[in-house]
């Protein structure tokens, strides 16, 4: 048997008991406290450090950051013309017919429409499509309109937008995946290779974080034999299920192909494919967020993906096939038509299915007390609790007065609802203190606002670390075995430097992960010299 004991710092078992001062991992599993421990048992020194269950990611894109990062780096790009230099650096280091890649910040013009002009006076000769930092939202060159066939007399797909100027033409700014995907559609797939390279570096980056274990929130079918690949090569540095998409234009045919595609992954290594992905609306930030009422600066309501009567049906038939569920719902009508999916198939969440509504940035007041006798994940992306500029200067002016109260993480929880926590990577960073951190003092990280932005929705250190690793278990039903460090648990842990609980809470970001194991196998290491034998 290999026996591993980690003492000499905080063990957090399940934030209800008191911590222990020892832990002892055989084979994979903990034991009990009192199992002997042999002669040759490795020792961990954890250095007055904080050893925690391993946190999980509830909603990521892994494969899209992979292959982000594979691109230009243009997120930090301060204007629209560093955006074009890099490129232009890009294109020429480059043979590749298209370039696609991303992601840009949107709030760099106003209203967040960019003009195709612009990328043609650096690629004029080539397709390029660069992705929005929300991945709802590309822009996209001349050239890349004209191999798609996209002009003035194109008319916008349905559930998307194609962004024009005065004579109709093509801006260059597409909304939604329906109007993307008229462009993505004709660009060359990237290879197999380069996806179990894109799927290895993820990966290790969400091992490096602390993680082993992530709702991959957006599988299409000629994605999944890339994941395939990678497990199989044993490049997958984490546990993953992936959500296949639910296309509302296929409805109700799609749900037999779903099922093929799920049979295809079952036995794969550290791979599962149990859970069907619902758009059931888009984002605030271009209009497409489904609300009650009109949007402050606009006589819109959004552009809901599906009616709600179809999404209850389609719920409640992946349910009854066998598949969990995972409900994208950013507006307040969005949420109400996720929760009254729930209520469809109430008793099957009552026998262990499980149902997750990620994001829920803005939530009726009426319908929070629904939630009492709902068994439902709310999954949060805690690092959008406070004013940066995205809040600021394009999500609020749409919102308007009266709407402000955004991702309710207090009020849900009070409510009824599971909290659990995802980052949304590559849309926000998938470290996890940085989330902690937000989630407990609604502030960015020079500490504005003073006094937290919505301070009442704050959650305590406890209440978030639960979210960000017993209720992400949870949310993928393996509470069972993961998610504690109780006796008889998978041996899924991550080792802090510090006691983030002793800590202000200012300052848990500036925690570090020393090291991460998955099944009692070390992921990620950045003191080995701490391991004595």
Not at 296 to 319: F, I, K, S, Y
Not at 388 to 393: N, Q, R
Not at 423 to 430: A, I, L, R
Not at 432 to 457: H, M
Request: overall charge negative; proline content about 7%.
């Amino acid at each position: 048997m290999a026996v591993v004991v980690f003492r000499g710092g905080a063990i957090r078992v399940d934030g209800v008991g008191p911590d222990v001062d020892r832990l002892v991992v055989v084979d994979g599993v903990i034991a009990h406290p009192d199992h002997p421990i042999p002669a040759d048992a490795a020792t961990i020194d954890l250095d007055g450090g904080l050893l925690l269950p391993a946190f999980r990611d509830g909603h990521a894109h892994p494969l899209l950051a992979g292959r982000e990062h594979s691109g230009p780096a243009l997120r930090d790009a301060g204007s629209v013309d560093e955006i074009v230099e890099r490129v232009r650096s890009w294109s020429a280091a480059s043979d590749e017919p298209w370039l696609i890649g991303g992601s840009y910040d949107a709030t760099l013009v106003d209203g967040g429409v960019f003009d195709a002009r612009w990328l043609d006076a650096a690629v004029p000769d080539r397709p390029v499509v660069l992705h929005a930092w929300d991945y709802h939202t590309a822009w996209v060159n001349t050239a890349a309109l004209e191999a798609a066939g996209v002009d003035a007399d194109t008319p916008d797909p349905a559930l998307g937008r194609i962004l024009r100027r005065a004579d109709g033409s093509p801006r260059g700014t597409l909304v939604e995946r329906p109007a993307i995907d008229l462009v993505l559609d004709r660009a060359p797939r990237p290879s197999l290779a380069a996806d179990v390279e894109a799927l290895g570096w993820a990966t290790q980056h969400l091992a490096a974080q602390g993680i082993t274990w992530v709702q991959e929130a957006w599988t299409e079918e000629h994605d999944v034999p890339s994941w395939i690949a990678a497990a199989r090569a044993d490049r997958l540095n984490v546990d993953v299920d992936l959500a296949l998409r639910a296309d509302p234009r296929r409805w109700p045919g799609q749900l037999e192909q779903l099922d093929r595609i799920a049979r295809a992954v079952r036995d794969e290594p550290g791979l599962t494919c149990r859970t069907v992905k619902f758009f059931v609306d888009g984002i605030l930030e271009n209009h497409t967020a489904h609300l009650l009422e009109c949007y402050h600066d606009a006589q819109t309501r959004g552009l809901p993906n599906w009616q709600p009567d179809q999404l209850v049906d389609a719920v409640a038939a992946c349910d009854a096939a066998g598949f969990d569920v995972h409900l994208h719902a950013i507006g307040d009508a969005a949420v109400r038509a996720a929760i009254d999916a729930a209520e469809r198939i109430r008793e099957s969440l009552r026998r262990g299915r499980r149902l997750t509504v990620a994001h829920a940035q803005v939530i009726d007041p009426a319908d929070l007390p629904r939630l009492a006798e709902l068994d439902v994940t709310f999954c949060f992306q805690p690092q959008w609790a406070m004013p940066d500029a995205v809040m600021t200067d394009l999500t609020l002016p749409r919102l308007g007065p009266g709407r402000e109260r955004q991702y309710r993480m207090h009020s849900a929880q009070k409510a009824g609802a599971r909290l659990s926590f995802g980052s949304d990577w590559p849309v926000t960073s998938p470290g996890v203190l940085a989330g902690i951190r937000t989630a407990v003092t609604r502030q960015d990280a020079d500490g504005l606002p003073v006094g937290g932005w919505q301070p009442d929705e704050r959650l305590t250190v406890e209440e978030a670390l639960d979210a960000a690793t017993l209720g992400v278990a949870h949310q993928a039903g393996d509470q069972d075995h993961r998610g504690t460090l109780r006796p008889g648990m998978i041996a899924d842990l991550v080792w802090l430097d510090r006691d983030i609980r002793r800590t202000p809470a200012s300052r848990i970001a500036d925690a570090r992960v020393r090291g991460t194991w998955r099944r009692g196998i070390p992921t990620f290491t950045a003191v080995p010299a701490a391991i004595v034998l």
